[in-house]
């Protein structure tokens, strides 16, 4: 079975600071998705970003970026310019290539920002 | 138009009751699922239907029930409720091939008395 693990449950920024938040996670399969989620407390599950496991490149989206380090099963996330809107639990998740297995969550990371 | 949207967003309710939380999409997509975050926010899957099939099954007591009417709608009904079944359930959808992110509902606070 896979497992997801993020080992870090809670970290602190300053505003307008980069932080990192760790992710690794056990799996057999070649082909499998890798993804970031934000949870503010709104409750809302929020996709950051998305990383395919068959492509070499890290993934991108605006000031959020990904190290996906396939051969030592990593996944982090980097947050550049921290903002307040950026405080929430961030769960990294898994899923199979293939099939439409449901995600396999790590346990949160809860992100704080300070002004 | 909400593209997941599951109701109620609050459930209050004691226990032995019988209760159901709806959840409907409009994405198109072809696979529905149910998510239990517990108190310590530890997201785990529940059961996931793929055109009216139910395909995973996690070991979830027999209390719950997925019901589906169509691809568009997966149900979750819960009977005798438990103290433990305070949770947020949330209800996702996406696409069965490729890793098409998935979307969540806004989720249901289910508070058992």
């Known amino acids: 079975a896979q497992t997801v693990t993020q080992s870090q449950p809670e970290m602190s920024v300053q505003e307008a600071e980069t932080v990192t938040l760790s992710c690794t996670y056990d799996?057999?399969?070649?082909?499998?998705?890798l993804f970031w989620y934000k949870q503010p407390p709104s409750r809302q599950m929020i996709l950051v970003i998305r990383?395919?496991?068959?492509?070499?490149q890290n993934a991108t989206e605006n000031r959020f970026s990904v190290n996906f380090q396939k051969a030592a099963k990593s996944f982090s996330l980097k947050i550049s310019d921290s903002q307040l809107g950026d405080a929430a639990m961030y769960f990294c998740?898994?899923?199979?290539?293939?099939?439409?297995?449901?995600?396999?969550f790590g346990k949160g990371t809860h992100l704080i920002i300070q002004p | 138009d909400t593209a997941v949207s599951q109701t109620p967003k609050y459930l209050v309710t004691q226990m032995g009751n019988d209760k159901s939380i709806k959840c409907e999409q409009n994405?198109?997509?072809?696979?529905m699922y149910w998510y239990k975050q517990d108190s310590k926010k530890f997201l785990k899957i529940m059961f996931s239907?793929?055109?009216?099939?139910?395909?995973i099954n996690e070991t979830v007591p027999n209390r719950f029930s997925p019901k589906s009417p169509d691809k568009a709608h997966l149900n979750l009904h819960i009977n005798s409720l438990e103290l433990g079944d305070s949770a947020v359930y949330f209800c996702?959808?996406?696409?069965?091939?490729?890793?098409?992110?998935?979307?969540f509902g806004s989720g249901t606070r289910l508070t058992v008395v």
């Open positions: 799996t057999s399969e070649s082909d499998y998705y």
């Open positions: 998740a898994y899923k199979p290539g293939g099939g439409a297995d449901g995600l396999t």
């Open positions: 996702a959808s996406s696409p069965v091939t490729g890793g098409g992110g998935y979307t």
């Open positions: 239907y793929n055109n009216k099939e139910l395909i």
């Open positions: 990383q395919e496991a068959y492509k070499q």
């Open positions: 994405l198109g997509h072809d696979t």
